[in-house]
C-alpha cells in the first residue's frame, strides 16, 4: 500500500507536553500530540488487521519527521473505535488485537487507554475490561471542549468524519450523552453512520430528481458521500487515493463518474450540471438528517437552551451548514479548525486524549 501524504499541522493551542494521543479507527490512523502536531493516515483496518502495527511504525516515524528527532512521549493516550471492524469477531476481539499492535510499536512508553465512563484505564484493565474502552473517542472530544465553557455553560459538540458523525450534549459544563455504547447511542442519534467520505449514497436517499424526472437510484456502492463533495468542491482532490467506491482516484473527474453510476448512466454522456444538481440533491439529503438528528438531540438534552456549538472533524465544513440550515439559536458557533488548526480538528479525538492524560501525570 503507498504511504498517502500526513496532513500535517503546527498549530500550538497550549502549552506543550510531553504526551501522545492515538485515534485508531477502522479507514484512519490518526496521531496528535500536546504541542499540536497532528497527522492522519489512510488504513483499511478492517481489510488488513494484520498490518496494524506496520501502519502504527509509519505513523510513528512520520511524527518522528515532523518533529525533527526520535520523539519520546512520558505518556501515550489510545482511543479506538477500529474494534467494530468485521475483520474481528468481537469488539473483545478487536479490542485486544489493537492493544497488542500498540504495544509492539511503542513497548517503552506508559500507555493509557480512554474509556467511556470518561476516564483512562491502564493497559492490564483494558484488558480485562475492553467493552469500556470500546468506540469511546468522542467523549474525549466532549471533555475537551468543556475546557473552553464558563462555569454551568451549555454545549454540543459536533464532530463530522470520514464514517460517522457524533453529537454530544454538555449541560453546565458537563457532557451529559444519553447512551454510552454505540447501540445507546444510535438509538438517541447521538451517534449517526453518515460521514463525508465513506457513507454509500444509497444510505441518504431513494430517489432523486435527474434531469427533472423522478428517477430511482441503485442500491449499489457505486458511490460514496466523498464523491458528492468532490464534486461540489468542498473536499481537494486526492489523486494518490484510491480507497474509492471503485478503486480509481479520488478526483473530480473520477467523481462524476461514479455519481453518474447511481442512476444508471454514464458521465459522458450527460451535461455536468445535470451531474452537478445530482450532487446537490444528495448533500441536501445528507444536511436534512444530520438536522434531525440534531433537533432530536437538542430537544431531549438541551431543552430550552443557547448552548455554544464546538464544530469540528474532516467534515467540519459539514457541521457549520447543518447548524446553519437547523433554525436552533446557539451563543456561539466555534469551529475547531480556527483554535487549533484543520489537521487538529481532524484529529480531534488524538489531540484530546493527548491533552486529557497529561492531567493524569
Request: hydrophobic share 40%; glycine share 8%.
Amino acid at each position: 500500500m503507498p504511504d498517502a501524504p500526513c496532513l500535517l499541522n503546527f498549530y500550538k493551542p497550549m502549552a506543550c507536553n510531553k504526551s501522545l494521543g492515538l485515534d485508531i479507527g477502522g479507514a484512519n490512523l490518526k496521531a496528535a500530540d500536546g504541542c499540536g502536531r497532528a497527522c492522519s493516515l489512510p488504513f483499511a483496518l478492517w481489510r488488513e488487521p494484520h498490518q496494524l502495527a506496520t501502519r502504527l511504525s509509519v505513523l510513528r516515524s512520520e511524527l518522528d519527521r515532523i518533529s525533527g528527532r526520535h520523539a519520546k512521549w512520558d505518556v501515550l493516550a489510545i482511543t479506538m473505535t477500529g474494534e467494530l471492524c468485521d475483520c474481528f469477531t468481537s469488539r473483545s476481539e478487536g479490542v485486544h488485537a489493537i492493544l497488542e499492535a500498540v504495544d509492539r510499536v511503542f513497548p517503552d512508553t506508559s500507555k493509557l487507554v480512554w474509556s467511556s465512563r470518561g476516564d483512562f484505564l491502564t493497559f492490564d484493565q483494558a484488558r480485562v475490561r475492553p467493552l469500556e474502552v470500546a468506540s469511546a473517542n468522542w467523549l474525549a472530544t466532549a471533555h475537551l471542549c468543556s475546557r473552553f465553557l464558563s462555569s454551568g455553560e451549555d454545549a454540543i459538540v459536533i464532530d463530522i468524519g470520514s464514517t460517522t458523525t457524533d453529537l454530544t450534549p454538555i449541560r453546565g459544563g458537563t457532557p451529559v450523552p444519553f447512551g454510552r455504547s454505540d447501540l445507546e447511542r444510535l438509538r438517541s442519534s447521538e451517534l449517526i453512520y453518515r460521514g463525508i467520505r465513506r457513507t454509500p449514497l444509497m444510505a441518504l436517499a431513494e430517489h432523486v430528481f435527474f434531469q427533472g424526472r423522478f428517477t430511482n437510484i441503485m442500491a449499489e456502492r457505486f458511490a460514496t458521500t466523498e464523491d458528492v463533495y468532490l464534486v461540489l468542491g468542498d473536499l481537494p482532490e486526492r489523486p494518490h487515493e484510491t480507497e474509492t467506491a471503485d478503486g480509481r482516484p479520488a478526483t473530480r473527474q473520477f467523481a462524476l463518474q461514479r455519481l453518474a453510476r447511481m442512476v444508471g448512466t454514464d458521465a459522458g454522456l450527460h451535461d455536468e450540471a445535470d451531474l452537478l444538481d445530482l450532487a446537490r440533491q444528495f448533500d441536501a439529503a445528507m444536511c436534512r438528517q444530520l438536522r434531525n438528528a440534531l433537533w432530536r438531540v437538542m430537544a431531549r438534552s438541551l431543552p430550552g437552551s443557547k448552548p455554544k456549538a464546538f464544530l469540528c472533524g474532516s467534515g467540519e465544513f459539514l457541521a457549520r451548514r447543518v447548524v446553519e440550515e437547523s433554525g436552533l439559536e446557539f451563543s456561539e458557533v466555534v469551529a475547531l479548525s480556527e483554535r487549533f488548526g484543520p489537521a487538529v480538528s481532524e484529529c480531534i479525538c488524538a489531540y484530546a486524549v493527548a491533552v486529557l492524560a497529561e492531567g493524569t501525570r
